[in-house]
């Protein structure tokens, strides 16, 4: 063990490039912080009190925005308080905490959109046996799987990170992260690279699950002018979305546990990407359902 030392504080080194510009992303992160509070909370709260949106879709959709308020959570209020500070600090509780909320955020919304494609895939692809294959007692274990798989496994990851001794306390992120943390341990750190890499492996077979769903999808939504129009308008967008967020996320863990070089700038836009990509695809599900939505927001503002 070399130059081993109890840490308890890490300084994060990611907003070193952005000091003369700190007032700017200041207003901007807090105006997309509102925004997206004020966009999950109104479809949770639309979602439970009407009763007609309680489908298995938008059951799921609230679990999104759901996980969507737990990660900028974790987020958000620390990231505008460095934005007005001198020096980022974060305690070693903090940081490791910080990493728990965003490893198990991502990978919840890695599940949450899995199980939504394997319920657009059964109810356009299947439609007749739609009531039957997805019952109430189905979604309700989707969603409890959606979560605790997350949680035990970032459980998993972070107590395999927190046994090592570390010799470093510098973090090239604007968040603490476990690659960034693992970067200084003093031990080998195999069995949490093993550990990783398997996740990996999960969520890659995670993204091929979602796209052989829509490409199944698109083969029945083609066969009609309607469908290949609905299909424009909407699931390609959020398809897309989907894609941008699972690819910007694989190769920013890709990226930290083989040490690619790359600038802090870049980093930073990759971390901001899959930050603020969960209100993208929030706001294409809203596009995807507009129509039910627009008919019960009426209705509560009829009362």
């Known amino acids: 063990m070399e130059n081993s030392t109890q840490v308890k504080l ?44 309680h489908e298995p879709m938008y059951i799921f959709l609230c679990s999104l925005c759901v996980n969507g308020l737990y990660r900028t959570a974790g987020f958000y209020p620390k990231f505008l308080l ?8 974060i305690s070693y509780g903090g940081c490791f905490t910080q990493a728990y909320v965003i490893y198990t955020s991502v990978t919840c919304e890695m599940s949450i ?20 294959i997805v019952t109430s007692l189905t979604v309700r274990k989707l969603v409890l799987l959606s979560w605790c798989y997350p949680l035990f496994i970032s459980l998993i990851a972070l107590s395999l990170t927190v046994r090592l001794p570390l010799c470093g306390s510098r973090i090239d992120k604007i968040f603490c992260d476990n690659p960034s943390i693992l970067k200084h341990a003093c031990l080998p750190i195999t069995i949490n690279q093993i550990w990783s890499r ?16 829509y490409c199944q999808i698109v083969r029945t939504c083609v066969k009609s002018a ?4 609905k299909f424009t308008q909407t699931c390609v967008p959020h ?52 129509s039910r939505f627009e008919g019960q927001f009426l209705e509560m503002g009829s009362f």
């Open 10 to 53: 890490f300084y994060l080194f990611g907003l070193q490039e952005t000091f003369n510009n700190k007032s700017v992303y200041f207003t901007l992160s807090l105006i997309t912080y509102l925004l997206i509070i004020t966009v999950n909370l109104t479809l949770i709260i639309t979602i439970i009190q009407q009763k007609g949106l």
């Open 82 to 89: 460095d934005l007005q500070s001198d020096v980022q600090v």
């Open 113 to 132: 959109l899995t199980v939504m494609s394997y319920d657009r895939y059964v109810a356009i692809c299947r439609p007749l046996l739609y009531h039957t």
């Open 198 to 213: 398997c996740l990996i492996v999960v969520h890659v077979l995670q993204v091929l699950y979602i796209v052989f769903s």
């Open 226 to 229: 309607k469908g290949r129009i």
């Open 239 to 290: 398809l897309l979305t989907i894609v941008i967020f699972m690819t910007v996320t694989l190769f920013d863990n890709l990226q930290g546990w083989n040490n690619v070089n790359i600038t802090l700038n870049m980093r930073n836009a990759m971390a901001v990407q899959f930050l603020v990509i969960p209100l993208s695809l929030t706001l294409s599900y809203m596009d995807l359902t507009s």
